[in-house]
């Protein structure tokens, strides 16, 4: 079982729609990050949070430490926002380090 | 804004060739890191280096290896390519810090690497 895992793998939706897209992890977390992938394959840092909520425009990324759950919702859907979008966890290891733990992402397709 | 730059967005060369992808930061990170892209296998970590001169290998080092000569530049070396490493290659800096919780990685573009 991966260590992150997000849902659904892919969504198609209507301009307009909301949309949420979930990632759930089973390891201990310091941090959660939401990313965005555009084709062509620059990512952009969408949100890093570790507890609540944070809101970017129409974005909103909420997190639950003790389901260890978080989702990333996109109001009033655009075309623009086609795109993968990766959720990944700074792990804590056995060792007290971290490292990033990706999840294999969410291919979002915005239709007009 | 921080800017991850990758000296190529494609490069195709052959196998057994010494393959060297550049990757340079213009924010004076501490961290760099190099993961490889594959379709349903997510991002995964090659190396990472944490300071000039140093390197700790990640998930997947080998057939890879790395330079940090200097800060602002993390290269990554594939000695003698072969078509497994044909893939999509990013490069990422983030700064250290007692308290990493609200330092993100800031990616490059990537590099699509095809190795014939």
């Known amino acids: 079982k991966n260590e992150v895992e997000q849902s659904p793998q892919n969504l198609t939706a209507q301009e307009g729609e909301f949309i949420t897209i979930n990632c759930s992890y089973s390891?201990?977390?310091?941090?959660l990050h939401w990313l965005q992938q555009h084709p062509g394959g620059g990512i952009v840092s969408l949100f890093m949070l570790s507890s609540g909520k944070k809101k970017h425009g129409r974005l909103i990324a909420t997190i639950n430490i003790q389901e260890k759950h978080s989702s990333l919702h996109i109001t009033a859907s655009h075309p623009r926002d086609s795109a993968v979008y990766i959720c990944a966890v700074k792990a804590i290891t056995q060792g007290g380090s971290e490292k990033l733990v990706f999840g294999k992402g969410t291919k979002l397709t915005v239709n007009p | 804004d921080v800017k991850v730059t990758q000296s190529s967005r494609y490069l195709v060369k052959r196998t057994g060739e010494k393959v060297f992808l550049e990757c340079v930061q213009d924010m004076d990170h501490e961290n760099m890191f190099w993961y490889r892209q594959d379709p349903g296998l997510g991002l995964r970590l090659i190396y990472f280096?944490?300071?000039?001169?140093?390197?700790e290998k990640g998930d997947i080092p080998e057939g890879y290896s790395v330079s940090r000569e200097k800060k602002e530049r993390f290269s990554l070396i594939l000695e003698s390519a072969s078509t497994n490493q044909t893939s999509m290659y990013l490069c990422?800096?983030?700064?250290?810090?007692?308290?990493?919780?609200?330092?993100?990685?800031?990616f490059g573009d990537g590099t699509r690497l095809s190795i014939l």
């Open positions: 990422a800096s983030s700064e250290s810090v007692v308290d990493s919780r609200h330092q993100p990685q800031h």
């Open positions: 280096s944490y300071d000039v001169k140093m390197k």
């Open positions: 390891v201990g977390i310091s941090a």
